[in-house]
T-cell receptor, first 112, second 117 residues
Framework: QQQVKQSPQSLIVQKGGISIINCAYE??????FPWYQQFPGKGPALLIA?????SEKKEGRFTISFNKSAKQFSLHIMDSQPGDSATYFC???????????FGKGTRLHILP | DADVTQTPRNRITKTGKRIMLECSQT?????MYWYRQDPGLGLQLIYY???????NKGEISDGYSVSRQAQAKFSLSLESAIPNQTALYFC????????????????FGEGSRLTVL
């Protein structure tokens, strides 16, 4: 059973556009929702994370939107740049102090 | 030097061989993890350890074993490798979560690419 469902699997966006990646979860015990970014040949690295008691968190061009009642959260990349081309993983952790479970990832390509 | 070091970075082996992937870290973190990455399947947790005496199975532990030799070292073994274990393997570390000033961030190594023929 996949605990964190991520879509789309791949995404192509024009430079300057908005990239949107969505995730859904079932386990109501999840209380920590990070996003990781992975460039080719590298390990994933934390991009941004959100707590369940807020509906939005913004860091620069990256925003997480969180809908607790729908059990969904999404990553928005504003003014997308070619350097944002990477694989993005949403994730969730049950009880905040437990292991992190990842979605299947989204390969994002920003056209120059 | 990298904070999380994996060896070997690349390995080609044959079916039935025993393989060990090693991970060492200089971050001083208690928690260490092994993940497997396959195209389209994301990152799947194999095993994790919250301290030296703690070992836990993850989502896909069958066919794998681990050893936590010290706080800084966590190795993954494939006792008898099979072709469907061909994948990219990542070691990661994290600090113990306390209050919300700690992000619970995972720090990944560069990965070990394993090919089983």
């Amino acid at each position: 059973q996949q605990q964190v469902k991520q879509s789309p699997q791949s995404l192509i966006v024009q430079k300057g556009g908005i990239s949107i990646i969505n995730c859904a979860y079932e386990n109501t015990a999840f209380d920590y929702f990070p996003w990781y970014q992975q460039f080719p040949g590298k390990g994933p690295a934390l991009l941004i994370a959100i707590r369940p008691d807020v509906s939005e968190k913004k860091e620069g061009r990256f925003t997480i939107s969180f809908n607790k009642s729908a059990k969904q959260f999404s990553l928005h990349i504003m003014d997308s740049q070619p350097g944002d081309s990477a694989t993005y993983f949403c994730a969730a952790s049950p009880n905040r102090d437990d292991k992190i479970i990842f979605g299947k990832g989204t390969r994002l390509h920003i056209l120059p | 030097d990298a904070d999380v070091t994996q060896t070997p970075r690349n390995r080609i082996t044959k079916t039935g061989k025993r393989i060990m992937l090693e991970c060492s870290q200089t971050k001083g973190h208690d928690r260490m993890y092994w993940y497997r990455q396959d195209p389209g399947l994301g990152l799947q947790l194999i095993y994790y350890s919250f301290d030296v005496k703690d070992i836990n199975k993850g989502e896909i532990s069958d066919g794998y074993s681990v050893s936590r030799q010290a706080q800084a070292k966590f190795s993954l073994s494939l006792e008898s490798a099979i072709p469907n274990q061909t994948a990219l393997y990542f070691c990661a570390t994290s600090d113990r979560l306390g209050d919300w000033t700690n992000t619970g961030e995972l720090f990944f190594g560069e990965g070990s690419r394993l090919t089983v023929l």
